[in-house]
């Protein structure tokens, strides 16, 4: 027995200096790569046309399907990663034999160990997929049997057959004329997408990374039914801050009833915002937010009525369009970051300045950044969830959560917005960027 324990020890041990060492190679206290793709009007449209492009791949029956991304649209999507994830920076540089693939990323570590640096190259294959070394920090490493490992390790870890079917999809990879371009066959298994058999929907459900689902369920059958006991309430209750503060005042109920139960729970609060926020976006924002969390709603047809002209007509400011990008921006914040969420907001404004949109709005973005900003304090931390719990289940009005949007300027097109502002990254666009926090900073919910 004590020589087992001896050997695991050792085991341990030497595991730990590994990792160590593997570590201390491949973090880095500087970035190999900084990328220089800013997001504007172009980037933002280039980026919507290969989106479309995917999506409608995707949904085309015929197999196999093919993906072609030009050397723009690839600068347009690495400068909005770069926007909604500012600790990564990467480039995709299309030669005549490779695309060269840059990437650093900074990590929450002291800064002798603060970047992870990759590079490699993606060569031309006629069949799989065929990475040449891959450079991660001061180490080397083969392209090809990482994209092995990668494949062993989704199989093993995450859902058996996952990594080799994600692998085998890939038939030919050809590079010319500044574009990549693809064949995938999506096997059977992962091109259903019903909920009785598609392992997406299982793999969601296992992992539940999008907070609890009864609990969120509750909140959202809660609001229903409230909603039932009103008279006449889809026709008098327009404005978003009734529901913000029916939201907040279940939570907040919510929270204070586990404290009197002495529950362990630490971060009741946080978890009761959170979920209530996330019923209220699923209420009233798009159904595809339910695919992501888990089946939440189970409405009615009345309720569905109900909730469909609610959506459609609850104002925030007296507007529908801010109301939609509070939501969309609370929802985005649950679902990833506030860089994300602003990012995603700013990316919609460039597309509306295009002709035929109803142009850029910065009152849009104000909308946006008020709601990312309130799904933050909300369930940052224990001591700010409580402190709006208590702020926002009293009367509100909307002057509590979102400024005035008097001066703001909106209707800005494509031509103008490049005259006036040119990209995220102008002087002239930060200062006004900084004109919407100044504003947001003066109510008292968000100092």
Known sequence: M???FK????LIITSVIFISVVSFLALQS??????????NVQA???SKVAAKRFIESLKNKKQPVLLSL????????NALLNRAFPQISSDVIIQNEAAKIKMSIELPFPKAFKYLNISGDLHPSDKGINIGDVNVGGLTFSGNQLVSFSRWFLDWFIQDKLGTNLVSMVQWVKLNDQHIRTSLFIPQEMNELN??????????DNLALFGDVPKIKFYHHALAEYLDQLENSASNNRKLAYYIQFMFTLAHQQTSLANTSQSQNKKRAVQ????ALMALALYFGSDAFELLVGDVSNLTDAQIRKRNFLRNKVTLRNRIDLQKHFIYSVAL???GNSSASDAIGEIKEFLDSNPGGSGFSFADLMADRAGTRLAKLATTSETSALRLQKILSKNIEESDFMPEIHGIPEGISADTFNLDYRDVDSQEYKKMISILDERLAELTLYD
């Open 2 to 4: 004590k020589l087992a």
């Open 70 to 77: 030009s050397q723009t649209e690839i600068n347009g999507l």
């Open 195 to 204: 909920k009785g058999s598609s392992a997406l929907f299982a793999l969601r």
């Open 44 to 46: 933002a449209t280039q």
């Open 7 to 10: 050997i695991l020890g050792l």
């Open 30 to 39: 500087q970035p190999q790569f900084k990328n220089n793709n800013t997001v």
């Open 333 to 335: 914040q649950l679902f």
């Open 272 to 275: 009761e915002n959170y979920s």
